[in-house]
């Protein structure tokens, strides 16, 4: 119990934080109070209504709000979640149109379990949706999961998108974002040793740190610049009585998000502002440009403290994935072992977290893979998120992605024939994609 008071700690912080600005919310909302009209009154139900659904918004876990779809047709269809695989620590789920073909492009999006949730990835999913089969990877916020569920590492990460990969079948093409882009690539290679006839078609990975030290960005000198036990002691603690993971030892999604934060305080700080003023003003809407980015960015997860830590050390200390090094369920793996699986690296020119040249990395390790199924792309002008759901990614990236399935899969999406599908895979699979 160590580690317990400090969890409650931060969890009263919080709650009362949500508590104090619903008080001044309903406190300045009187009635009465109209009959001597204050500014500083509006002020107060605005700083109170910011604040209250800022606090709020960091235990809820965001819907997908993805209800229903126009295809060719024309016609809306109803968007709905299935889950095809449950597991303690994650679900693998498909989004179901109703009424409409399935699609020929079969793809398995790998969210980051970073301390945000799987609907990180919301508009990734809606611009896929028209053109693919989209599955994902839903992890669980590890303080709801029972001790007795047993340990979570990056190992049993691997493990669990190798299971996933196994069901999808081997018409499946993967795009990893971010933090999962080295054990989704773990993940490929354990299969291409164990399982070669269930590795997917390609690979996209977007964003990721196969070698940190390729390109040194302010997280990996964070990685470097603490030892092991300094992190297990500031940022570890278990789960308080409140919910059903209680005495798990986790890294919270709290002190995370004060992680985030504090990288750009000052616009943050700036947009709070902005926000109050415009609810003071009346110019705010429930679901207005502010509402929508932090709702979905003030809402975190705990992540297991095996997960946290092992993946600081082994990935980002000891670049066992650039080392070729990495070992899952005491077996060491080979990254020259993939040689039928197209792998796609998308970089930004201007992402701050993992630099242009972390995930590209992953091509060198690949020796085994011949060059015509490898292909690169760096966007210029993009930070990170605008690689998997900004501007970048809708004008730019998302087309070239598509374009690079259907040059690998076994057939093209839109049956032509041989002759044309051989010219879309001598323009999809190049190693300096032009712009």
């Known amino acids: 119990m160590r580690y317990m008071a400090t969890?409650?700690?931060?969890?009263?912080?919080?709650?009362?934080?949500?508590?104090?600005?619903?008080?001044?919310?309903?406190?300045?909302?009187?009635?009465?109070?109209?009959?001597?009209?204050?500014?500083a009154m509006e002020m107060m139900?605005?700083?109170?209504?910011?604040?209250?659904?800022?606090?709020?918004?960091?235990?809820?876990?965001?819907?997908?709000?993805?209800?229903?779809?126009t295809a060719e047709d024309g016609r809306d269809h109803i968007v709905s979640t299935r889950k095809m695989v449950e597991k303690p620590f994650g679900d693998l789920i498909h989004f179901r149109i109703a009424g409409r073909h399935t699609r020929k492009r079969k793809v398995l999006l790998v969210a980051p379990m970073s301390g945000h949730y799987a609907t990180l990835l919301r508009k990734t999913v809606i611009s896929l949706?028209?053109?693919?089969?989209?599955?994902?990877?839903?992890?669980?916020?590890a303080r709801d999961i029972p001790v007795s569920a047993g340990k979570f590492d990056v190992e049993d990460y691997t493990?669990?998108?190798?299971?996933?990969?196994?069901?999808l079948g081997p018409d499946t093409h993967v795009i990893a974002v971010c933090q999962p882009v080295p054990l989704t690539l773990a993940a490929t290679a354990y299969l291409a040793d164990v399982d070669p006839d269930a590795q997917p078609r390609s690979l996209t990975l977007i964003g990721g740190p196969v070698d940190p030290n390729a390109a040194p960005t302010e997280v990996t000198d964070f990685g470097h610049s603490v030892t092991m036990g300094q992190l297990e002691e500031t940022m570890i603690q278990r789960v308080g009585f409140k919910y059903d993971g209680v005495g798990r030892m986790v890294y919270p999604g709290l002190l995370q998000l004060a992680s985030f934060i504090s990288m750009n305080g000052e616009t943050h700080a700036k947009a709070f502002q902005n926000q109050i003023m415009a609810v003071a003003k009346g110019e705010a809407s429930d679901h207005d440009k502010h509402n929508l980015f932090y709702d979905e960015y003030l809402a975190v997860m705990d992540m297991t403290a095996e997960f946290y830590l092992s993946t600081v050390e082994r990935i980002f200390k000891n670049r066992e994935i650039a080392k070729n090094a990495f070992v899952v369920d005491g077996k060491q793996i080979d990254f020259g072992k993939i040689t039928n699986v197209a792998v796609k690296i998308v970089e930004g020119e201007k992402d701050d977290i993992s630099a242009p040249g972390q995930c590209l990395a992953a091509l060198d390790l690949l020796t085994g893979l011949d060059d015509s199924k490898k292909a690169a792309h760096l966007e210029p002008g993009a930070g990170h998120y605008g690689i998997f759901a900004g501007k970048s990614w809708r004008n730019n990236i998302r087309p070239l992605v598509l374009e690079f399935i259907d040059a690998n899969a076994s057939g093209p999406a839109t049956s032509k024939g041989p002759a044309t599908v051989a010219a879309v895979k001598s323009a999809a699979n190049k190693n300096k994609k032009a712009v």
Do not use: Q
């Open 45 to 69: 139900r605005a700083w109170g209504e910011v604040t209250e659904r800022s606090f709020a918004r960091m235990v809820a876990k965001p819907d997908w709000n993805i209800d229903n779809f």
């Open 159 to 167: 493990l669990y998108l190798a299971d996933f990969m196994r069901i």
């Open 7 to 39: 969890y409650d700690l931060m969890e009263t912080m919080r709650n009362t934080n949500e508590w104090l600005g619903a008080s001044a919310r309903a406190m300045a909302s009187y009635p009465a109070f109209a009959l001597w009209p204050n500014p």
């Open 129 to 141: 949706l028209p053109d693919c089969e989209v599955y994902i990877t839903d992890w669980h916020n």
